[in-house]
């Protein structure tokens, strides 16, 4: 079973990507190619199997609600592409 | 034992002996630093030589780090010379680019991390520093860790030393070539479904994916989070405890890390294998398994038989399913992973966005590489509403199928032995045309990643010229044995220590 164009073109969009025209074709063919391959695992019997949670079986760790991180943004904005006094800056959102 | 002073002896002495540091292990520098053969800096000038020799070739480094390793070289030579440092002082290794590094570049080998400088240190980064190591560059990879023979960099790809018309394998393919060109002693990986065991199989050296949790995942750039675990490319089993010894434990900045004693590996090396129960599982002998490949891992097999190993047939029957497996949870992983490279906080943003949807997609289109687009693709495919119980749920039972085969084969065995990879190194461009071909080099190492176990390659002969790796999958937490077993063969043999023709 394939993908169509519009398909490929609607998971570019959910996962925010832009995608050239001439490029489509391409994902297309390789990712169908890829569901299909996947769709060997339909063929097995997993009734009763429970889905795996965590490769060791343990529980994730929970620590107290504590703060410690201290506020080091403009450090960490020297790599922003764009900021002004402290803030990201994004094209207008609201008109 | 002969007492050396860095002044106490001729300049040809001296020479003669700084000349091949390069052919050392990393223990044997270890001691020699100690005994003040040569100094760290001496020893890090000689790396950054050879990088300028041989790398424009291989292109293993994407940032060569020449002040801060001759920085911290002369810092370790301070400290061995006060009768102090960390156990590893004055090793030079390499970090793959996807570890954090202080004030230096950190790519994962993606356009969208080109100019991305990290500030703060991975916890990997951290413990391999305060034991004394050298830090000579960042290396080379398959953007974000995605692919199998390092042809999917920004960078461009990473030429394999024993060949250099074929690929080093990936992702971890530039840690692996700078140490098979003895560039740098030893580099650390990382493993999500096979990107350490691969490429030090296919440029003969031993490279080890520890258990999942057993070393801290803080400041290593996520790829799949269930799967994901740091490792090391080495030249010996003996090197390779040291480093994950100095590497591995708790980290409360990371809440997938355990929180187990760490053993000490080297102390444990010379365990052996008499009366070592050795699964051998069919699966891992199918058709698509090399002729030759074969014929060598049956020789190791051999070998551990005469050195008072048993082997025994086991059988994993889902393990053959672990490939399709795979490409189901780590994709859907790596698309909400890599969500957050959003051109807004930090990395490559695309000019002129003319809104919030434009800034977003055309800084992700041109950002990744084509196989990272095509995970996250088929990643948000597969965890799209109405697919996620046909494909994630599906693939997480038979990851739970593939963990329970193992379980019961360690019921009966120790350790399990099978190939690394079904083939020695291939042609560049030989295998870029179909993703599924390509994912198919990983068909031996991926189950240990869905299962969380332990594995080790180490170095079992040549095929037609090119490295081949034998792969040991432990039980979680044994380490020490995959170390124990590897040193024992290793003892026996040679392979580990051959270099490339050119890098000798």
């Keep these: ?95 | 034992m002969r007492k050396l002073s860095p002044s106490g002896d001729s300049a040809v002495e001296r020479g003669f002996r700084t000349i091949n540091m390069h052919t050392k292990t990393l223990t044997e520098l270890s001691r020699s630093l100690r005994r003040r053969e040569f100094s760290a800096e001496e020893l890090a000038r000689h790396c950054l030589d050879r990088i300028a020799r041989h790398d424009p070739q291989l292109n293993c480094f994407i940032t060569v780090t020449e002040a801060l390793a001759l920085e911290q070289a002369r810092a370790a030579d301070r400290a061995i010379a006060a009768g102090e440092g960390g156990p590893l002082a004055g090793v030079p290794i390499a970090h793959k680019d996807i570890f954090c590094t202080r004030g230096v570049k950190t790519s994962c080998g993606s356009r969208m991390l080109d100019n991305f400088v990290a500030p703060y240190d991975a916890t990997v980064v951290e413990r391999l520093a305060a034991a004394g190591c050298v830090l000579i560059g960042k290396t080379n990879m398959d953007e974000f860790a995605m692919g199998s023979s390092n042809e999917n960099s920004w960078y461009g790809p990473v030429h394999n030393p024993w060949n250099r018309d074929c690929v080093p394998g990936g992702s971890s393919g530039g840690s692996a070539a700078a140490v098979a060109a003895r560039l740098v002693s030893a580099a650390t990986g990382t493993d999500t479904g096979g990107s350490i065991r691969q490429p030090a199989a296919l440029t003969g050296l031993t490279g080890v994916k520890p258990t999942y949790g057993r070393v801290s995942r803080y400041g290593m750039i996520a790829f799949a989070s269930s799967l994901d675990q740091a490792g090391v490319l080495a030249q010996t089993a003996e090197d390779a405890a040291r480093l994950v010894g100095a590497m591995a434990g708790f980290d409360p900045r990371d809440s997938t890390c355990v929180d187990a004693p760490v053993p000490d590996y080297a102390a444990q090396l010379e365990e052996g294998v008499n009366g070592l129960r050795i699964g051998v599982p069919r699966e891992y002998f199918d058709a698509r398994l090399d002729a030759g490949v074969r014929a060598l891992i049956e020789e190791a097999l051999a070998l551990y038989r005469k050195l008072g190993a048993h082997t025994v047939d086991v059988s994993l029957p889902a393990v053959p399913l672990s490939v399709p497996a795979y490409y189901v949870v780590a994709p859907a992983e790596a698309s909400s992973n890599l969500a957050r490279y959003d051109g807004v906080r930090y990395g490559y943003r695309c000019s002129d966005p003319k809104d919030l949807l434009d800034l977003y997609t055309r800084t992700r289109g041109e950002g990744f590489g084509a196989e990272v687009k095509r995970r996250i693709m088929t990643g948000t495919y597969v965890l799209s509403a109405g697919y996620f119980d046909a494909y994630y749920l599906k693939a997480q039972q038979l990851r739970q199928l593939i963990a329970d085969d193992f379980a019961r084969a360690f019921r009966e065995v120790d350790v399990v032995v099978g190939p690394t990879s079904p083939t020695p190194a291939f042609t560049l461009g030989a295998k870029t045309d179909d993703p599924i071909t390509m994912y198919l080099n990983d068909i031996y190492t991926i189950a240990a990643n869905l299962a969380g176990l332990p594995a080790i390659s180490i170095p079992c002969g040549l095929v037609k010229g090119l490295p081949t790796g034998l792969q040991i999958i432990g039980p979680p937490f044994a380490e020490s044995r995959l170390f124990s077993a590897a040193h024992a063969y290793q003892r026996e043999t040679d392979w580990h220590l051959r270099r490339p023709s050119g890098y000798e």
């Design chain 1, 1 to 95: 079973m394939g993908l169509t164009r519009s398909e490929v073109e609607n998971i570019a969009h959910l996962a925010r990507l832009a995608i050239g025209p001439e490029e489509i074709p391409v994902y297309v063919k390789n990712l169908s190619r890829i569901l299909d391959f996947v769709r060997q695992l339909e063929a097995v019997d997993t009734r009763g199997v429970q889905p795996m949670a965590h490769p060791l079986a343990v529980n994730q760790r929970l620590r107290p609600d504590e703060i410690t991180e201290h506020d080091e943004h403009s450090r960490y904005q020297t790599n922003a592409p764009l900021v002004d006094a402290g803030l990201y800056l994004v094209p207008k959102v609201i008109d």
